[in-house]
């Protein structure tokens, strides 16, 4: 059974201070995985699409990395305005996105 | 801003009655796909169509759910003769192709509360 887990369920940091949300996946036919944020009462915003092992992208203060078992988010400096739940998801052979439960991060000022 | 659209926003139905979600996919996007968020549980997938075919309904309940996206006009996620554990937010996606690498943009959801 396709399982996307996310680490931790809830993250609270200071202003300024970096950390790393953590996305492990088994997903058949695992081809690409996603990171969306979402904001309370919003619907999931497209973040990143990594494909292959090695791979990182970068926007703004978030940085995502894939290796073959794991995807990391790593937030650097982070302000306020940051406060989301981050969600990672794997499509299988189907179309269908596999999520997380989601890491909850509040970033205080 | 042509993203997804979703309405309403929020739907309130008795048990029994029926319920109908609506969602425009982004601009040139012909791949519409549903998901369910229960209260304090992550995003599920419910059915992924193409203009008037759908392709993966796996993850739709056999009963009382059915999906459609018609030649014209938005798609539709129908629940009939709903019960309070139908109570969730709704989420609809769209993307361009149908390759799983393409991401799947999302609109804000229908929020549905049965009293």
């Known amino acids: 059974e396709d399982q996307v887990t996310q680490s931790p369920e809830a993250l609270r940091l200071q202003e300024g201070e970096s950390s790393s949300l953590n996305c492990s996946y088994t997903v058949s036919g695992l081809r690409g995985l996603f990171w969306y944020r979402q904001d309370p009462g919003k619907g999931p915003e497209f973040l990143f699409t990594?494909?292959?092992a090695g791979e990182e992208k970068e926007k703004e203060r978030l940085k995502a990395t894939l290796t073959k078992k794991e995807s990391f988010l790593h937030i650097t400096a982070p302000k306020p305005e940051d406060s989301a739940t981050y969600l990672c998801a794997g499509p299988g052979s189907a179309r269908q996105l596999t999520f997380g439960s989601g890491t909850q991060l509040t970033v205080l000022p | 801003n042509a993203g997804v659209m979703q309405n309403p926003r929020h739907l309130v139905r008795r048990r029994g009655q029926e319920a109908r979600l609506r969602c425009s996919p982004m601009k040139g996007h012909s791949h519409v796909y549903w998901y369910r968020q229960l209260p304090e549980e992550g995003l599920k997938f419910m059915v992924y169509?193409?203009?008037?075919?759908?392709?993966?309904e796996s993850g739709m309940p056999k009963e009382r759910f059915s999906a459609e996206f018609p030649k014209e006009g938005p798609s539709i996620l129908r629940i009939q003769q709903v019960v309070r554990g139908d109570s969730a937010a709704y989420f609809c996606?769209?993307?361009?192709?149908?390759?799983?690498?393409?991401?799947?943009?999302f609109g804000d959801g229908t929020r549905l509360s049965i009293l």
């Open positions: 990594l494909y292959s």
């Open positions: 996606a769209s993307s361009p192709t149908s390759q799983p690498g393409s991401p799947q943009h």
């Open positions: 169509l193409q203009k008037e075919n759908i392709i993966d």
